[in-house]
């Protein structure tokens, strides 16, 4: 089992920064990759990026260069940092964890409850 907590959500204007943080407990967190996801209201959840054990990443195109994921592994932690945030940026983010480096919801199998990212124009 494993448990994640999500936090650094909020509201900030458009053109702004804001630093997802993702705490882990109860396995061998270095043994996971992990992957951010978000989900703005009426739509389906979509990836945002991801990173192995090793640290390689993966970005979905429209965010490659404004957001990076990065872990720290000592604290149990993964972040995603997003700069140049958009209105289209807002939603609920959620963390998660898988046995691989993947794109899609159904390959991870712990979530977090989610933190809220609201962009205003």
């Known amino acids: 089992q494993v448990q994640l907590v999500e936090s650094g959500g909020g509201l900030v204007q458009a053109g702004g920064s804001l630093r997802l943080s993702c705490a882990a407990s109860g396995r061998t967190f270095e043994s996971y990759a992990m992957g951010w996801f978000r989900q703005a209201p009426g739509k389906e959840r979509e990836f945002v990026a991801a990173i192995s054990r090793s640290g390689g990443t993966v970005y979905v195109d429209s965010m490659k260069g404004r957001f990076t994921i990065s872990r720290d592994n000592a604290k149990n932690t993964v972040y995603l940092q997003m700069n140049s945030l958009k209105p289209e940026d807002t939603a609920v983010y959620y963390c998660?964890?898988?046995?691989?480096?993947?794109?899609?919801?159904?390959?991870?199998?712990?979530w977090g409850q989610g933190t809220q990212v609201t962009v205003s124009s």
């Open positions: 998660a964890v898988g046995n691989l480096l993947a794109t899609t919801p159904n390959s991870y199998t712990y």
